[in-house]
């Protein structure tokens, strides 16, 4: 199973900003696809909210478009996400993941907090 790390998560107040990242604890052998975020607030759905491909085509949940930005580095097999203008409902559980190429499974992160309030 592939080990994925999160990191950057936290307290942060309406308005503020925090930017998570997220990247495999060892090397990934295989081709990936797609990498992103979703999150899950309490008594939620988990949702999108971010996406993108290896050449760098972007979809956003639409909660969060124009306030989030999801960025890749390829050669470090590393998905960023840059959070803006964050609000009180953005506080939730992101979950960062990697798509394989070839099989479309989906490898997950064990989450991270970020919790917005004043």
């Known amino acids: 199973q592939v080990q994925l790390v999160e990191s950057g998560g936290g307290l942060v107040q309406p308005g503020g900003s925090l930017r998570l990242s997220c990247a495999p604890c060892?090397?990934?052998?295989?081709?990936?696809?797609?990498m992103g975020w979703y999150r899950q607030a309490p008594g939620k759905a988990r949702d999108l909210v971010a996406a993108?491909?290896?050449?760098?085509?972007?979809n956003y949940g639409d909660s969060v478009k124009g306030r989030f930005a999801i960025s890749r580095d390829n050669a470090k097999d590393t998905v960023i996400l840059q959070m803006n203008s964050l609000k009180s409902e953005d506080t939730a559980v992101y979950y960062c993941?990697?798509?394989?190429?070839?099989?479309?499974?989906?490898?997950w992160g064990l989450g991270t907090q970020v919790t917005v309030s004043s």
């Open positions: 993941y990697v798509q394989s190429r070839g099989s479309g499974t989906f490898y």
């Open positions: 060892g090397n990934i052998f295989f081709a990936i696809n797609r």
């Open positions: 993108i491909t290896p050449d760098g085509a972007t």
